[in-house]
């Protein structure tokens, strides 16, 4: 009966994707959603692709062996990247009016820097994208009762989530995302208050949870200590920053307002329904303590499933639990194939092909990239060893060391120029990869910290000294600096009194 009920709401999310791609009538609606979302949608799809299967079982397994202090990277550095980028990041980006976040390195530093860190951005894509995949095979072996094995629920999940994905782009998303919070928010209270009863309440299981020292979050007075804690926490709210499907929620917004606040409000309703999880799951240990104490070690992402499924549960709260948790996966699954094809496809493969290519025959380009990446990262997700919390965290270390400082510097910072960026992603990228392949299992200095310290000495000295590539790149200012490129646009529209400019010409 559960099966028949998966199986019906999965049925009904694909039909909505599919209704949704009637809106889709060129690359800016499949890319961005024709820059048309209103701010509850907004703050939906930021939500909704932030909450995935790390959320509702990943953390809970990690906060179950190591508490607070082995969660830094998510929630809480993830919920501050959203919070970052709304109020840093989402004002200037928008206003720059672009279609990807590859864009900017372009129109910044040039096409060699908007290859490397397009690249780079792709490959991120990986580790996330496969540890959705891996949860739907998780989900359907459980909900089939072992009838489907996990192989073949990774095929059904992912195909069935590229169909709307497909046809629907950002506009698929973001309406199913909308739908798809309310499940989750809806689900998991409820599942919770359902729990919390056979438990003797919140307090009961929060106190339990406190003696036991998992509420301990800071690291000890200790460098070695200090210096991973703040690796860990980094890694996701900075790392995810130059991430192209937070990008596509900024530049979807009808206005820049609806852009940052929603950004905001998305980043805080995460952090607010991450603990939801880790709850149930802590409950289990004083529910079924035997059971927990067989996976904690073996495969603690199945403690959660297996709590739910007890005889105990009724069928109703099973269905919202896992009608939550495949929103939650479904949410973050759209969005995580759809960002890097549009990325990938605009900023590697349309430059390759030229101004031969139309519109549409773009948008057609765009949508087999995100077939060829969606059996891609279901091959990868059927071969990788890693947990799903691990499979998430470890995903944005390349981005944290090869793209963050040249946007942060890009945006920020006048002086910076092709130059710096090309010195701080070879630093960036060389220091990290030395630390993972050369040094021990346990360095004093994570690789992704050293290697974004080593990112930013480099845009310095890169953008200081004099500059060996005097030569403007086509299409780029000779002037670095954002200031430089407005003034010279400013120049170049003049007399233009309906120039807008938010739309700028590339």
């Not at 998780?138 to 999940?157: C, D, H, R, T, Y």
């Not at 030229?354 to 057609?364: N, P, V, Y």
């Amino acid at each position: 009966m559960l099966l028949w009920f998966v199986i019906a709401y999965w049925v009904i999310s694909v039909g909505i994707g599919l209704y949704a791609a009637t809106r889709v009538h060129n690359t800016r609606d499949f890319a961005i959603a024709g820059r048309h979302l209103p701010f509850y949608m907004v703050t939906a799809t930021v939500f909704a692709t932030w909450f995935g299967s790390e959320t509702v079982l990943g953390i809970p397994a990690t906060f179950l062996k190591e508490g607070l202090h082995g969660i830094v990277a998510d929630p809480f550095g993830a919920s501050m990247c959203l919070i970052l980028v709304g109020l840093f990041f989402a004002a200037p980006l928008y206003r720059m009016n672009l279609l990807t976040i590859g864009d900017f390195y372009k129109k910044k530093f040039g096409r060699s820097v908007e290859v490397l860190t397009t690249i780079a951005i792709v490959i991120s894509y990986l580790g996330w994208v496969g540890a959705q995949i891996t949860a739907l095979g998780l989900v359907f072996n459980v909900v089939s009762g072992g009838e489907i094995s996990k192989v073949a629920g990774m095929w059904i999940g992912s195909g069935t989530i590229l169909i709307y994905t497909y046809f629907g782009g950002m506009w698929a998303v973001a309406i199913t995302d909308f739908i798809q919070m309310i499940i989750i928010v809806v689900g998991m209270l409820f599942i919770g208050y359902e729990i919390s009863g056979e438990v003797g309440g919140v307090g009961t299981v929060i106190e339990h949870a406190a003696q036991a020292g998992k509420f301990e979050f800071w690291p000890v007075l200790d460098a070695k200590e200090i210096i991973g804690f703040v690796a860990a926490w980094i890694t996701m709210m900075f790392g995810s920053i130059p991430q192209q499907d937070v990008f596509q929620r900024v530049q979807s917004a009808r206005t820049e307002n609806i852009a940052i606040w929603g950004s905001v409000l998305g980043g805080v309703l995460y952090f607010m329904f991450a603990f939801v999880p880790m709850f149930l799951a802590y409950s289990a240990t004083l529910i079924d303590p035997k059971m927990v104490s067989e996976l904690v070690d073996s495969d603690p992402q199945m403690i959660l499933p297996r709590l739910i499924l007890r005889p105990e549960v009724h069928l109703f709260a099973q269905v919202m639990f896992f009608g939550a948790l495949l929103s939650a996966i479904k949410s973050c699954a759209s969005a995580t194939l759809l960002a890097p094809s549009v990325t990938f496809s605009e900023n590697i493969l349309k430059p390759m092909l030229g101004h031969k290519l139309s519109d549409r025959g773009m948008l057609h380009t765009m949508r087999g990239v995100t077939l060829a990446f969606t059996v891609i990262v279901t091959l990868y997700a059927m071969n990788s060893k890693a947990s799903i919390f691990k499979m998430v965290e470890n995903a944005y270390q390349i981005t944290l060391v090869m793209a963050f400082v040249p946007l942060v510097a890009g945006l920020f910072w006048k002086r910076s120029n092709t130059q710096g960026a090309l010195v701080a992603i070879f630093c960036g990228l060389s220091v990290w990869l030395s630390i993972l392949i050369f040094g021990s299992d346990d360095p004093f200095f994570p690789a992704q910290f050293a290697g974004v310290i080593a990112s930013a000495v480099g845009m310095v000295i890169g953008s200081l000294l004099p500059n060996v590539m005097a030569k403007p790149l086509p299409h780029e200012p000779e002037h670095a600096g954002l200031h430089h490129l407005a003034a010279s646009h400013t120049e170049h529209v003049a007399g233009h009194p309906h120039h807008h400019p938010t739309h700028r010409s590339e």
